[in-house]
């Protein structure tokens, strides 16, 4: 399963990071690049074109992320796994003190090839559910 978060920078959009299987990926969004005017995410991120890859989470992010007991009170509140920090960064960091933040995207479906939706069953008991998310 694929998570994606908008970076911005001083509330404009600066970028995307995503989870990946390996790790992580942030890319700067093209516009922002070609703006002069525009800060980098982080001293250690200079604007590039290229992707930053990285199997642990990028600093600049992990510093924006509650630490002690306010960490455990969103994790509680907003039951997120402690360990999950890519999940407590989408969650919890779209609106910060500082110049970054961090804003969830919405999973996009993926098509299938065949152009029909894959044959699944609603287990009993979940009728009164808003929606079901199926992974292929």
Do not use: W
Request: hydrophobic share 35%; with cysteine.
């Amino acid at each position: 399963k694929s998570r994606s978060g908008l970076v911005s920078v001083n509330n404009r959009p600066a970028g995307t990071i995503s989870e990946t299987a390996d790790g992580y990926t942030f890319a700067y969004d093209a516009q922002y690049l070609a703006d002069q005017s525009t800060a980098p995410v982080s001293l250690t991120m200079p604007k590039r074109a290229e992707p930053y890859v990285s199997r642990h989470l990028f600093p600049a992010f992990c510093g924006i992320l509650a630490e002690g007991s306010l960490a455990e009170m969103q994790c509680r509140e907003l039951r997120i796994d402690e360990r999950d920090i890519f999940g407590r960064l989408l969650q919890t960091c779209h609106e910060t003190i500082g110049a970054l933040s961090v804003k969830s995207l919405p999973q996009v479906p993926v098509p299938c090839r065949s152009g029909n939706p894959p044959p699944f069953t609603i287990p009993a008991g979940t009728a009164d559910h808003h929606f079901i998310l199926v992974t292929l």
